[in-house]
């Protein structure tokens, strides 16, 4: 399968089955089109001939020709038959969310969460409950060493000194039990205080920040329960939060909705405005008929912005003052393996979401949902048939995915998004699959502009997402 498109004045080939990527001239995009279209050798260069001379298309389609036999264009599909093996496979668990707030000092109208409480009722995690979810997460982990654990909420804060003491939990038993938790924090900002800050720097490999860019846009929604906005309150205590972490391993999450379809703007402010420089801007989730949904009239206005943001950050980056954006961050040399590629997030299998009660979902978006309990942190997964199905949510399993070029590259997307899009978990948000296809287009046009241009990615650490997939790995 071959993706092609013209992007920032380069022509970019992408060979979907191997992951190669080519930056062409006209001649060459023009001719790897013919051929995809079935032409053949014969039929392409007397289609090309008049504007381009012989010897250019005989040149041209011998380097071609070069590299389909070195596996770099026109490969087949090499994983379908290894993807339903799946449903047999033995998975551990390596990450959990720990939901140890269901309430919040905020009252954002766009919460996916119903203001924290997750359609159900308000409540704390307590210490034996989390001692108990880190726990499980040691048994299910098989020989799998590093361990992930996300405390969220709600708003996590609100329960600090429960997380405290489940990292104090944790420390104390890390070594003996051969494991390395890796813990995150995300959060609204209200609570922080200088302890907060100190804990987090020292304990959490990262810390997610939720702030939607300029004060109009955030103010919007996220405020308190007397309509009151959040932005005044909580930028200051970003910024001595991210330098005291000497402005490393943290993000800044922003949202963005049909109100503020130029979310460049937002996430420029973020980075000239306020010194943020590690950035991450999503979608809203919200229902069709909500006042803040997407809509289809946003989507030329998004892709637009995204080309913006692409564009931009290459100048950054040649002014050597570099932003990341998070769905840009993508490594063509180290990962994720196909593995990964292929199963997806994790989600019901080797991630799972943990409820101040101690019930175990999916993941957070699936808590509340009755029908999507897998068990608890007591008795295990107890919904195996749930577990199982989870299992095939692959790329292979979604047959609106089979034609996508994107597809071993968002792994089939969101089963989350899919549900309350389709009603099926091994559905899709159609909407979603044509943002992601356009964030990949502008993020591998990066890479892209950084293989041509000597002025860019000098001295950058390779990028991965990879957190490792199979038991062995220690990613």
């Given at each position: ?8 004045g ?24 013919l051929?995809?279209q079935?032409k053949?050798?014969?039929?392409t ?21 070069a ?17 339903f ?15 140890v707030?269901?309430?919040?000092n905020?009252?954002?109208?766009y ?17 034996e ?9 040691i ?67 990262n ?5 939607d860019?300029?004060k ?12 009151v906005?959040?932005?005044?309150r909580?930028v200051p205590k ?15 999450r922003g ?21 943020f ?8 989730v ?8 997407l809509?289809e009239?946003d ?12 564009k931009d ?9 570099p932003?990341?954006?998070y ?10 393996c ?8 994790g989600?019901?299998?080797?991630y ?5 009660w ?11 949902d009755e029908?999507y ?5 007591w ?5 195996t048939?749930?577990?199982d199905e ?28 899919a ?11 159609e ?26 990615n000098?001295g ?12 062995t790995?220690e990613?």
């Open positions: 399968m071959i993706h092609q498109y013209q992007l920032n380069y022509n970019i080939v992408l060979d979907v089955y191997s992951g190669s990527v080519h930056a062409v001239d006209q001649l060459a995009y023009d001719a790897i089109a051929l995809d079935g053949s050798r014969t039929e260069e007397a289609l090309l001939q008049g504007r381009y001379s012989g010897e250019e298309i005989r040149e041209c389609l011998a380097d071609i020709d590299l389909t036999q070195a596996g770099k264009l026109f490969t087949e599909d090499t994983y379908a038959d290894k993807a093996d799946f449903k047999n496979r033995s998975t551990v668990v390596k990450a959990l969310c720990l939901h707030a269901h309430t919040c905020l009252n954002c109208e919460c996916f969460a119903a203001q924290g409480k997750f359609h159900g009722k308000a409540g704390l995690m307590s210490f409950t989390g001692k108990r979810a880190l726990d499980f997460l048994e299910h982990s098989g020989t799998r060493r590093n361990l992930e654990v996300d405390f969220f909420g709600g708003e996590p804060l609100m329960n600090f000194q429960v997380c405290k003491d489940l990292v104090a939990y944790a420390r104390s038993i890390e070594k003996e039990k051969g494991k390395n938790f890796r813990f995150t924090l995300t959060t609204n900002g209200i609570g922080i205080t200088d302890e907060v800050i100190e804990w987090a720097n020292r304990e959490c490999y810390v997610v920040l939720s702030l860019g300029r109009e846009v955030n103010d919007r929604f996220r405020k308190d329960i007397h309509d906005g959040s932005y005044d909580i970003f910024q001595k939060f991210v330098e005291a972490r000497g402005g490393k391993n943290y993000y800044m949202t963005f909705t049909h109100y503020n379809p130029d979310f460049t703007n937002d996430l420029f402010h973020m980075a000239d405005d306020l010194g420089t590690e950035l991450s801007m999503e979608p809203v919200s229902a069709p008929d909500d006042p803040c949904a809509t009239e989507f030329p206005v998004l892709c637009e912005q995204y080309e913006i943001l692409a950050m290459i100048r950054r980056e040649k002014d050597g003052k932003i990341t954006f769905h840009y961050m993508l490594d063509l040399q180290h990962g994720p196909i593995y990964k590629r292929i199963s997806g997030c989600s019901g299998t080797e799972m979401a943990v409820t101040p101690g019930d175990l979902y999916p993941c957070h978006q699936f808590v509340g029908a309990k897998l068990g608890d942190i008795n295990g997964v107890t919904n048939n749930l577990r989870f299992k095939l949510c692959n790329v292979y399993a979604r047959p609106d995915c089979k034609d996508c070029w994107a597809r071993l590259y968002c792994s089939g997307g969101c089963a989350a998004n549900l309350h899009a389709s009603g099926d978990i091994h559905g899709i948000y909407y979603g699959c044509r943002v992601f296809r356009k964030r990949m287009e502008c993020a591998l046009m990066i890479k892209v502009a950084e293989a041509l241009d000597p002025e860019l000098q950058r650490a390779p990028e991965s997402d990879c957190g490792g997939c199979e038991e790995c990613g």
